[in-house]
Structure formats: structure tokens, C-alpha cells
């Protein structure tokens, strides 16, 4: 019997265990939202960090350090900086308006700040781009079990949604942190021993970079192909107002552990970011003509290191990807539950049916997501979907709520509005690449922080100007 569908079979049940075994336990909405606000920073961290280190920083990655090179860094290591701004700035900030006002999701905060009509406005943008991000997981899910056992893509998609909703549908919040904790485990000892390996398979680093040393750019750290500083503004920006990680930050105890958790999240991306691009630069030494560089990682692991290591690397990337999905679930799950159900269609729903709403939504989503993936090409093209759209539409509501206190609802839409048109606009006309570093992601935010402040001061000039003398 093939040893890596071993492998991958009894740790998806595993997973899926903890899940069952924990969800007996969630009997209240808290739970499954914001895990009671129990969580320290340890597992703060874990859960944390396993959402980050997904299918974009594992399989995504290591297929843009295959095909771009060192700049492949600029991928995690924008995440690492966008975290670092979550941890010290705006997860404190949000998590005690959130534990003041029992708000559980990031649309509790949007309508407390600026109104239902931006809450509406977020939800359904998040919702549909939260669909892309989810199926980006899969399809990665997908790329390992095609390499593994040879498992058609959309069987794959299929297994891989499968599994993630059926452990986190059961008990949200708090069935995914202690699963995230196994999923980190496994991540860190996979990779951890793999790397190694796969570095000596190669000969060492002479090995790989006499085979490349003729593409000068290849080496570049700044900038190469889709690759480089760009990303900054895609990335950073996201991961610092993201609704999947500013909700886990909603469940930490307290501020000292919403700063440790997602604090030490950052330090372990920055360290973590070099892992991609090597990777990467491996497998195109050893595999030079990959139909598509995002089955770079998955067939290192399988053909260029001892299978059992080569399993236990599959094993962390197979959890990389789980891990993020049940991130993204949670955010979809609990926006559509708590900003457009109860909100808005059973405001007198009771604990027990907004818990059943949640995991309804959960099942639903996961299914839609599935879908989605089977059609979609590539994981990088699904995640930058979901990175701009919440760049665009969140960075700045948010910002701006946080730094202007007379800011209201006409400034939120204006900049949500201008955000999303503009970054369709560079879209369109560049066939998505923008112009250097005016991506759509960048653009976007601009136009969105313009139309934000400008908005601002027309009202304020409106309210100060004085009548004229009749």
C-alpha cells in the first residue's frame, strides 16, 4: 500500500477527531466564534500562525521561488511585516472594543462604527472573495494528493473540503485552535526535517546555484517576474486587517496575550519566509520542466528525499493548507452567521440557532468552495483574488475608524466604492499586472484612503462653513 496515502488518511482522521471530540463540547456561540476569550498566547499562536502558513506561503511560494527566484521571499515576508502591524496596533486595539461591546466578528465592528450599510457592503465583498481564498487551500490540497497518489485534481479538491469542513463545522473557534495545534506540530517538524534533506539531496547549495547561475535575475531580491516588493502592497496591508486572524485575536484573553501571540506569529513568518524561495530553487535544479511550478513543493518532497521524510513533509504541507482553510471557514461561517443572519433576517435568534446557522453556513460555504476550485487554475491567481479584494475594501475603513473619530458611514463607502473600482480599473487594463508597483492592490488602497479622507474633509467643511447672511 502506498505509504504516503497512509499517512494522509490516518492524520486527516486524526484531524478530524479532535474536531468531533471538541465540538461535543461547544454548546454556545461564544465558543464557536471567539473561543469564550479564553486563549492565551501560546494558543493564540498556534492557531495563528497555522492560518498563516497555508497554501499561498507553502505551495503558492515555493512555485514562485521556482519560477521567480529569491524575490519569492517578498511573498511570506510581507505577511510577516502586515502581522507585525496586527500584533502591535490594530488586534490590541480591536480586541477591546470587541470584549466592551461583545462583538464577535469584524462586522460587529464596522456597523458600531460607520453603520449597517458598510457591515452589508464588507460582508457580502469578503463573502464572495473569502470563496477564492478557501479554494485556493484545496486546490493545493489537491497538487499534494496528485503527486502522492496520483489523485485527479477535482477528486482531490473534493477529499480536501471534505475533510476541512467537517472538523471545523463541529465546534468553529475552539474545534480549530486545538486542531491547529496538532497542524502546527506536524508543520514544524515536517518542514523542519525535510528542508534539510532536500538541501543534501541536491548536493548542498554549490548544487543548485551553479545549475541557475546563468539567469542573473533569478537572483535578484528586489524584483523578478510576478515576484518582489510589489507584493508588499498586496500582502501587508491584508494580513494586517484580516477578519479570520482580527477574530482569533477577539478570542485572546487579554491584551498582554493578543500582542505575545500574534507578536511571536510575525517573528516566526520572518524566520519562516526564507523556506519558500529555497525550496523553490531546489526543485528547479532537480526538476526543471514542471507543467506548472506549484507542483515544485509536492514533487520534492516525493522524489528528492527518503520517503519517510518526504511523508512527513507532505504530511506538514498536507496540514498547511488544512489549516488555513479552517481559517477562512471561520470567517466565512461567522460573517454570513452573526453580519447578514442575525442581523439582519432573525435579530431574536436565539444562541442555540445562531450555532446551527454558523455551521450551516460552514457546510454551505465549504461546498461552494469546492466548486469553485475544481474550475480554478493555479493557487497564487485564487489567493490574489481574496489579498486585493480585502486590501482594497477593509484596510482603510478600518484604519480610518481607528485613527478619525468623526468618521462615519459616507466616508467608509467612498472609500470602499473608490477601493474597489480602481483596483477593477488597473485590473482590466493591465491583464492584471499594474505598471511596477502600481498593482491593482496598491492602486487600489490609494484611491480608497483618497476617497476616504477627501470625503471627510467635504463634511467637515459642510458642518463649519458658515450661512449666508440672508
Known amino acids: 500500500m502506498n505509504l504516503y496515502l497512509v499517512l494522509l488518511v490516518g492524520y486527516s482522521a486524526l484531524l478530524v477527531g479532535i474536531g468531533i471530540g471538541i465540538g461535543r463540547r461547544t454548546r454556545r456561540a461564544s465558543d464557536f466564534f471567539v473561543a469564550g476569550r479564553r486563549l492565551g498566547p501560546g494558543l493564540l499562536f498556534a492557531t495563528m500562525l497555522a492560518a498563516n ?3 499561498g506561503s507553502t505551495v503558492g511560494a515555493t512555485g514562485l521561488g521556482y519560477r521567480d527566484g529569491i524575490a519569492a521571499w517578498w511573498w511570506v515576508g510581507s505577511t510577516a511585516i502586515g502581522s507585525a502591524v496586527l500584533a502591535f496596533w490594530v488586534g490590541p486595539a480591536l480586541r477591546r472594543v470587541s470584549q466592551r461591546l461583545d462583538l464577535h466578528t469584524v462586522g460587529d465592528y464596522l456597523e458600531y462604527r460607520y453603520g449597517p450599510a458598510v457591515r452589508v457592503a464588507e460582508a457580502v465583498i469578503l463573502g464572495l472573495a473569502s470563496l477564492a481564498i478557501l479554494a ?5 490540497l489537491a497538487w499534494v494528493l496528485e503527486v502522492t497518489v496520483g489523485v485527479p485534481k477535482a477528486l482531490g479538491c473534493l477529499i480536501g473540503g471534505l475533510v476541512v469542513t467537517g472538523y471545523f463545522s463541529v465546534g468553529g473557534l475552539s474545534a480549530a485552535v486545538w486542531v491547529n495545534v496538532a497542524q502546527l506540530t506536524v508543520k514544524l517538524v515536517g518542514l523542519g526535517i525535510a528542508v534539510p534533506f532536500a538541501l543534501r539531496e541536491a548536493g548542498g547549495w554549490p548544487g543548485p546555484s551553479s545549475v541557475l547561475a546563468a539567469d542573473a535575475g533569478y537572483w535578484g531580491f528586489w524584483h523578478n517576474a510576478g515576484s518582489g516588493w510589489p507584493l508588499l502592497m498586496l500582502l501587508a496591508p491584508a494580513f494586517a486587517v484580516s477578519p479570520g486572524l482580527l477574530q482569533k485575536i477577539y478570542g485572546a484573553r487579554d491584551d498582554a496575550a493578543a500582542r505575545l501571540g500574534a507578536g511571536a506569529t510575525a517573528l516566526a513568518l520572518l524566520l519562516y519566509s526564507w523556506v519558500p524561495p529555497l525550496l523553490g ?11 506548472s511550478p506549484e507542483l515544485a513543493l509536492p514533487m520534492l518532497l516525493r522524489h528528492s528525499v527518503p520517503p519517510v ?17 479552517d481559517a477562512v471557514l471561520f470567517m466565512l461561517s461567522t460573517s454570513i452567521a452573526q453580519d447578514l443572519y442575525k442581523r439582519f ?5 436565539s444562541d442555540a440557532r ?13 461546498g461552494a468552495a469546492i466548486a469553485l476550485a475544481i474550475t480554478l487554475g493555479n493557487v497564487i491567481g485564487a489567493l490574489s483574488v481574496f489579498y486585493t479584494l480585502l486590501t482594497v475594501s477593509l484596510f482603510v475603513p478600518i484604519l480610518g475608524g481607528l485613527l478619525i473619530r468623526g468618521a462615519g458611514t459616507a466616508e467608509a463607502l467612498a472609500a470602499i466604492a ?3 473600482t480602481s483596483a477593477l480599473a488597473v485590473h482590466l487594463t493591465t491583464s492584471s499586472r499594474g505598471e511596477g508597483a502600481l498593482t491593482p492592490a496598491c492602486v487600489g488602497t490609494l484611491a480608497a484612503a483618497a476617497g476616504f479622507i477627501t470625503t471627510r474633509l467635504l463634511r467637515f467643511y459642510s458642518r463649519t462653513k458658515p450661512s449666508p447672511i440672508s
Open 281 to 291: 530553487i531546489l526543485a528547479r535544479s532537480r526538476f526543471p520542466d514542471l507543467a
Open 136 to 140: 485556493g487551500q484545496l486546490i493545493a
Open 309 to 325: 521524510i518526504g511523508g512527513l513533509g507532505l504530511a506538514a504541507v498536507f496540514s498547511a493548507e488544512m489549516s488555513a482553510a
Open 53 to 55: 502558513i497555508g497554501a
Open 418 to 420: 473608490l477601493g474597489l
Open 345 to 349: 433576517f432573525n435579530p431574536d435568534a
Open 354 to 366: 445562531l450555532l446551527a446557522a454558523a455551521r450551516l453556513t460552514a457546510y454551505l460555504s465549504g
